[in-house]
């Protein structure tokens, strides 16, 4: 599985089917709409400031009606009415209330006495004719109020005022009227400022639905609805085909992805998009690389129960952290991997070195018949079969594991290929493993101490070259010593070999075997010793509550 320091988050084009090129631009839509939308609100908008407008006409007009019904109430020859003869008084009337009524675009003015009888009218037929208006009724008994009528020409506001004289008695009626205007005239009137404001919004509307959807556009990488689908459809299955578990966060800590096989690993279920990891998974480790910004690599970790090998890596988008993904594995099938790995590696070097081991013993024993010496050569087969029933003996009552067993009997012949004594102490018990580790644990633990001693010893230049391990547990502990007498180290180098990648060899793939160490010990809640001098020798000690 190959990782990269961060993942950056790149889109491709998708290829346009046939189909494809008869569907309208996503830009051409979300023109389209935004521009209707505009129009639409202008088009309400304008009915809103119309009625508004009809409204504060129809206001004004019914208060110029009452004002100029009330004037004419108040003049001398309209207070007179009851005195002199009428035809007369009619004459006055009609002729000072028409140039009041002409003065102010009135569309009548009647002045009414009490036998309901026209003495003034913009129609000269009418004067002198009695009036039989329902709605004047209340006016003749000193009432003044406002009403609207429907007629020929239009939906008319009047004001009706009672004429009293001098003695506070009623003498007669003026009604006033004026003509509300219609939408049509009203829109005639402002058809300029409508024309202008029109032309101007249209255009801005237009000019900016055009730019948002352009913008819009260029922010979904140029792609369509029908492409943007297809690429979440793509993204989200190929995350499910993967082998290994996908959760991925943004900066929310919301779950933007959980593949199924997180799902079977971790065994949680139901609708995880959208939600706070924390609600799915308490116990989870992945928000913390967004605090820390950095990778994580083969961390081993125990989330909602499970034992995982995980890889924990933030998400960046044009040199921003936007989340963090974790990528990661059952260790139980980690462990069976690695076990059948290293089963085979192991299976390999032993029988290399056996190979090598029973050429050099057959060359020995073929070399004392050739000379004659039989009692010799009967003597040394028997001493090495007791030499391997001894040490088989050893283990077999001493290492309570086979892995571990076989790991020793592997690196005891190993160092006798490479000229070294590898000595294990005749009081060592291993009984049991201490809490948190497997035998794969184990094997890890202690295959890279004897290497490690290894290399040391075979970079010294002394005459016999070392290694001596011993096991010593009780029911409370166990302590494990690998001893060497190699190159030995300094204090500075102890600082630093068990910081991942870090190495005292000029080869690649090395500096991860102390530091696997470490991370296992910390598992354990163990710890470790380091004592080394240059010149003298490396002891490891190890130590784990049982």
Same mark, same amino acid.
């Given at each position: 599985?190959?990782?990269?320091?961060?993942?950056?988050?790149?889109?491709?084009?998708?290829?346009?089917?046939?189909?494809?090129?008869?569907?309208?631009? $996503?830009?051409?839509?979300?023109?389209?709409?935004?521009?209707?939308?505009?129009?639409?609100?202008?088009?309400?908008?304008?009915?809103?400031?119309?009625?508004?407008?009809?409204?504060?006409?129809?206001?004004?007009?019914?208060?110029?009606?009452?004002?100029?019904?009330? *004037?004419?109430?108040?003049?001398?020859?309209?207070?007179?009415?009851?005195?002199?003869?009428?035809?007369?008084? *009619?004459?006055?009337?009609?002729?000072?209330?028409?140039?009041?009524?002409?003065?102010?675009?009135?569309?009548?003015?009647?002045?009414?006495?009490?036998?309901?009888?026209?003495?003034?009218?913009? #129609?000269?037929?009418?004067?002198?004719?009695?009036?039989?208006?329902?709605?004047?009724?209340?006016?003749?008994?000193?009432?003044? !109020? $406002?009403?609207?009528?429907?007629?020929?020409?239009?939906?008319?506001?009047?004001?009706?005022?009672?004429?009293?004289?001098?003695?506070?008695?009623?003498?007669?009626?003026?009604?006033?009227? !004026?003509?509300?205007?219609?939408?049509?005239?009203?829109?005639?009137?402002?058809?300029?400022? #409508?024309? !202008?404001?029109?032309?101007?919004?249209?255009?801005? +509307?237009?000019?900016?639905?055009?730019?948002?959807?352009?913008?819009?556009?260029?922010?979904?990488?140029? $792609?369509?609805?029908? /492409?943007?689908?297809?690429?979440?459809?793509?993204?989200?299955?190929?995350?499910?085909?993967?082998?290994?578990?996908?959760?991925?966060?943004? =900066?929310?800590? @919301?779950?933007?992805?959980?593949?199924?096989?997180?799902?079977?690993?971790?065994?949680?279920?139901? &609708?995880?998009?959208?939600?706070?990891?924390?609600?799915?998974?308490?116990?989870?480790?992945?928000?913390?690389?967004?605090?820390?910004? !950095?990778?994580?690599?083969?961390?081993?970790?125990?989330?909602?129960?499970?034992?995982?090998?995980?890889?924990?890596?933030? #998400?960046?988008?044009?040199?921003?952290?936007?989340?963090?993904?974790?990528?990661?594995?059952?260790?139980?099938?980690?462990?069976?991997?690695?076990? /059948? $790995?290293?089963? @085979?590696?192991?299976?390999?070097?032993?029988?290399?070195?056996?190979?090598?081991?029973?050429?050099? %013993?057959?060359?020995?024993?073929?070399?004392?018949?050739?000379?004659?010496?039989?009692?010799?050569?009967?003597?040394?087969?028997?001493?090495?079969?007791?030499?391997?029933?001894?040490?088989?003996?050893?283990?077999?009552?001493?290492?309570?594991?086979?892995?571990?067993?076989?790991?020793?009997?592997?690196?005891?012949?190993?160092?006798?290929?490479?000229?070294?004594?590898?000595?294990?102490?005749?009081?060592?018990?291993?009984?049991?493993?201490?809490?948190?580790?497997?035998?794969?644990?184990?094997?890890?633990?202690?295959?890279?101490?004897?290497? =490690?001693?290894?290399?040391?010893?075979?970079?010294?230049?002394?005459?016999?070259? *070392?290694?001596? #391990?011993?096991?010593?547990?009780?029911?409370?502990?166990?302590?494990?010593?690998?001893?060497?007498?190699?190159?030995?180290?300094?204090?500075?180098?102890?600082?630093?070999?068990?910081?991942?990648?870090?190495?005292?060899?000029?080869?690649?793939?090395?500096?991860? +075997?102390?530091?696997?160490?470490?991370?296992?010990?910390? %598992?354990?809640?163990?710890?470790? &010793?380091?004592?080394?001098?240059? +010149?003298?020798?490396? *002891?490891?000690?190890?130590?784990?509550?049982?």
């Amino acid at each position: 599985m190959i990782l990269h320091d961060t993942i950056m988050i790149n889109f491709y084009t998708v290829k346009r089917g046939p189909s494809d090129m008869n569907r309208i631009s $996503l830009h051409w839509k979300m023109t389209a709409l935004i521009f209707f939308i505009i129009v639409f609100s202008i088009i309400v908008a304008g009915i809103f400031i119309l009625s508004n407008i009809m409204e504060t006409r129809e206001k004004e007009l019914s208060n110029r009606a009452m004002l100029i019904a009330r *004037t004419v109430a108040e003049l001398p020859e309209v207070q007179q009415l009851s005195n002199g003869d009428i035809e007369t008084a *009619t004459e006055k009337i009609n002729l000072v209330v028409e140039k009041i009524r002409i003065i102010n675009k009135a569309e009548y003015i009647v002045v009414l006495n009490m036998e309901r009888d026209r003495l003034s009218h913009p #129609i000269d037929h009418m004067v002198g004719t009695k009036s039989n208006t329902a709605d004047e009724s209340a006016a003749f008994v000193e009432h003044t !109020y $406002l009403s609207k009528a429907k007629g020929e020409l239009g939906t008319v506001v009047r004001a009706f005022v009672p004429i009293m004289n001098e003695e506070h008695e009623q003498i007669g009626v003026v009604v006033s009227g !004026y003509l509300l205007p219609t939408i049509g005239e009203i829109i005639f009137g402002l058809k300029s400022e #409508i024309i !202008y404001t029109s032309i101007l919004s249209l255009f801005f +509307g237009g000019w900016g639905s055009w730019a948002i959807a352009h913008h819009m556009k260029k922010q979904m990488f140029g $792609l369509e609805p029908h /492409e943007i689908s297809q690429l979440y459809v793509e993204r989200y299955e190929t995350f499910n085909a993967m082998h290994e578990g996908i959760i991925a966060i943004d =900066n929310d800590l @919301v779950i933007t992805v959980f593949n199924k096989k997180a799902r079977s690993i971790l065994g949680v279920d139901g &609708e995880l998009i959208g939600k706070n990891i924390y609600e799915v998974l308490p116990d989870t480790r992945l928000p913390e690389i967004l605090d820390v910004n !950095y990778p994580i690599y083969n961390k081993e970790l125990q989330i909602n129960n499970h034992n995982i090998l995980s890889n924990r890596i933030p #998400i960046q988008v044009n040199q921003k952290t936007v989340g963090a993904v974790a990528v990661f594995q059952d260790r139980t099938e980690v462990k069976r991997l690695a076990e /059948e $790995l290293t089963g @085979v590696k192991e299976f390999v070097q032993a029988l290399r070195i056996k190979n090598h081991e029973h050429k050099n %013993k057959l060359h020995t024993i073929a070399g004392l018949l050739q000379i004659g010496k039989d009692k010799h050569a009967l003597e040394y087969i028997f001493q090495v079969q007791k030499e391997q029933d001894v040490l088989l003996k050893f283990l077999n009552e001493r290492i309570a594991d086979e892995n571990i067993s076989g790991l020793l009997l592997g690196k005891i012949g190993h160092g006798k290929e490479l000229g070294i004594k590898v000595e294990i102490d005749s009081n060592s018990k291993l009984n049991s493993l201490p809490i948190g580790l497997d035998q794969h644990d184990f094997v890890i633990i202690l295959g890279n101490l004897i290497e =490690n001693a290894f290399d040391a010893v075979q970079l010294s230049n002394k005459e016999e070259k *070392t290694v001596s #391990i011993s096991f010593d547990q009780d029911e409370h502990y166990l302590s494990i010593m690998v001893e060497d007498n190699g190159i030995g180290m300094d204090q500075q180098t102890i600082n630093q070999i068990f910081k991942n990648g870090f190495t005292t060899k000029n080869h690649e793939d090395r500096g991860i +075997g102390l530091y696997l160490i470490s991370e296992l010990v910390k %598992k354990a809640n163990g710890r470790i &010793e380091v004592e080394s001098f240059p +010149g003298e020798g490396t *002891t490891f000690i190890l130590t784990f509550d049982i």
